[in-house]
């Protein structure tokens, strides 16, 4: 009997079946199994000829899976770091670019040092407390009192905005005096800030002014023409 025709046990080809749990582990697995193996055989050719001319295939190969990065500056230069990092470096071929090494991949950058602020009073923000501190080495005179009462009217738009109630003046004055060391003292001043209600008018127009995309916008009566709706007249005249 032909052993073409031969009927293949099920219990053996169940056996032979390969799970994804027992395959290698897949260094960049967004180019598939299929190419990582083509690399690693590669990688086992002999013959240095043959090795390198799989090993431009398969740059061709690699490069056709992403056509739309081709205009891409240093493109092939990526591939063929890629090529040899799924190799495990242990490709070797004539490369066109510096050959990158373990190395200098597995170097970790150094850590950011993020600004650490706890300010006490947080609804205020870290842009206030800087303005207060430019507002200390500023001279006397009208320039730092206009800035003075316009870091105090934001205050208590920024307290406003926390907490949507009525707010004194005096409470901004006395955060404005501990804020700044006790440089700033408008405790003792008859100035007068924005009034509450005109600042929470301010902040709902500007939370307004973000609408979601798409969404229409709803007009008023005002808006619209009114006008007795014009008579239907008839066309007599043939064409």
């Known amino acids: 009997m032909n052993s073409k025709y031969i009927k293949e046990n099920a219990n053996d080809t169940v056996h032979h079946l390969e799970y994804n749990a027992e395959r290698s582990h897949l260094i960049i697995p967004e180019y598939g199994r299929h190419l990582q193996k083509l690399i690693d055989q ?17 740059i061709q190969v ?14 092939q230069h990526k591939l063929w770091d890629q090529i040899f990092i799924m190799s495990d470096f242990k490709l070797v071929a004539d490369s066109p670019y510096p050959i990158p090494s373990r190395e200098v991949l597995q170097l970790k950058p150094d850590v950011l040092k993020y600004p650490q602020n706890f300010p006490k009073y947080r609804y205020y923000g870290n842009n206030i407390k800087y303005m207060i501190d ?3 080495k500023w001279e006397d005179g009208e320039m730092k009192n206009a800035l003075v009462k316009v870091i105090a009217n934001h205050m208590k738009k920024s307290y406003l905005s926390w907490n949507k109630d009525t ?42 002014k973000i609408t979601p995309v798409g969404q229409p916008k709803i007009l008023s009566n005002k808006n619209l023409k009114t006008g007795k709706p014009k008579p239907f007249i008839k066309n007599n005249n043939p064409k």
């Open 42 to 58: 590669a990688t086992k050719i002999e013959d240095d000829v043959e090795r390198n001319k799989a090993a431009k295939y398969i």
């Open 62 to 75: 690699m490069g056709s899976l992403n056509p739309h990065l081709r205009d891409v500056p240093d493109f």
């Open 167 to 208: 707010v004194k003046d005096d409470v901004i004055f006395e955060h404005l005096y501990e804020l700044s060391d006790g440089k700033l003292n408008l405790l003792q001043s008859t100035e007068e800030l924005l009034n509450t209600t005109d600042l929470l008018r301010t902040n709902k127009r500007v939370s307004n």
């Open 134 to 136: 430019v507002a200390n």
